[in-house]
């Protein structure tokens, strides 16, 4: 029983001496989910309609309107607006508040300001709060 314990033991710590070895070697892990919204499965209840333009001093801004879908009311929304270049690397990103939050089956208006020139843009819902009740419900 001991050998058992001791070979898993040994097992473990070969995994993890391996896991960590790869930390600092520069190597870019995939896109997840987890580098544009903290908010898994957001697209199931919001869509986004946006498009880029000039903004102050040389910079880029993103504005458009996010939809609710679900009959909920979405408090403490953010969003995140990514600068993307033609090889697929971010090299600018900005979350905004969207002050008011957004009512559901409504839509609101955002903008995403300071955002550097790129070929590209990605925006998602980086996160959002459910109304849970008559007293956190806005106008």
Not at 4 to 11: H, T
Not at 16 to 31: D, F, K, Q, R
Not at 121 to 136: A, E, K, L
Request: proline share 4%.
């Amino acid at each position: 029983m001991a050998t058992v314990r001791f070979v898993i033991l040994a097992g473990v710590i070969a995994a993890m001496t391996s896991a960590c070895a790869n930390i600092g070697t520069g190597a870019a892990p995939p896109l997840s989910v987890t580098d544009t919204t903290l908010m898994y499965g957001w697209e199931n209840h919001f869509s986004i309609e946006w498009a880029a333009a000039q903004g102050r001093n040389g910079t880029q801004r993103v504005t458009g309107y996010i939809y609710n879908r679900k009959g909920e009311y979405a408090l403490d929304l953010r969003v995140m607006a990514q600068a993307v270049d033609a090889s697929g690397t971010v090299v600018g990103q900005r979350i905004a508040f969207v002050p008011g939050g957004v009512g559901g089956m409504g839509r609101i208006y955002f903008e995403v300001p300071n955002l550097p020139v790129a070929s590209t843009y990605r925006v998602s819902v980086y996160d959002f709060t459910w109304s849970q009740g008559t007293g956190d419900s806005r106008p």
